[in-house]
Nanobody, 124 residues
Framework: QVQLVESGGGLVQAGGSLRLSCTAS????????LGWFRQAPGKEREFVAA????????YYEDSVKGQFTISKDTGKNTVYLQVNSLKPEDTAVYYC?????????????????WGQGTQVTVSS
C-alpha cells in the first residue's frame, strides 16, 4: 500500500507560479511511476506529467511542456510539480498518483494509488 499526500495548491494570479508537492509513504517501491493529473469542473481527469522514480525518466502532456516541470527529492520521498506562467484554464484539482512498474502511462485508470488532490485556482 502506498499513501500519497499532496500540498502546495492555492489561489494565484495569472502569470504566477506554484510548486505542488506529493509525498509518498507506506510500502514504497523503487520500480514505481509517480504522476500528476488534473481535473477541472465538469471535465475529465487528464494527465499532466509523470516520472519513473528510479530512473528519473519523465513524460509531459504536450500542452504543458515548457510550462510545468516534474522533479523529485529522493530523501524526502517527494515528487514536485513546478507550475509556471499559470493561466485561468490551469484551474483544477491537481492529483498525484502512483502505479507499480516502469511504464509511464497517461490513462488514469492504470494508476493504483491516488492522493486526495490539491486545488489550484488561477484568477485573471
Amino acid at each position: 500500500q502506498v499513501q500519497l499526500v499532496e500540498s502546495g495548491g492555492g489561489l494565484v494570479q495569472a502569470g504566477g507560479s506554484l510548486r505542488l508537492s506529493c509525498t509518498a509513504s507506506g510500502r514504497t517501491f523503487n520500480n514505481i511511476v509517480l504522476g500528476w493529473f488534473r481535473q477541472a469542473p465538469g471535465k475529465e481527469r487528464e494527465f499532466v506529467a509523470a516520472m519513473h522514480w528510479l530512473s528519473g525518466s519523465t513524460y509531459y502532456e504536450d500542452s504543458v511542456k515548457g510550462q510545468f516541470t516534474i522533479s523529485k527529492d529522493t530523501g524526502k520521498n517527494t515528487v514536485y510539480l513546478q507550475v509556471n506562467s499559470l493561466k485561468p484554464e490551469d484551474t483544477a484539482v491537481y492529483y498525484c498518483a502512483a502505479r507499480k512498474g516502469n511504464v509511464i502511462d497517461v490513462v488514469p485508470d492504470l494508476y493504483d494509488y491516488w492522493g486526495q488532490g490539491t486545488q489550484v485556482t488561477v484568477s485573471s
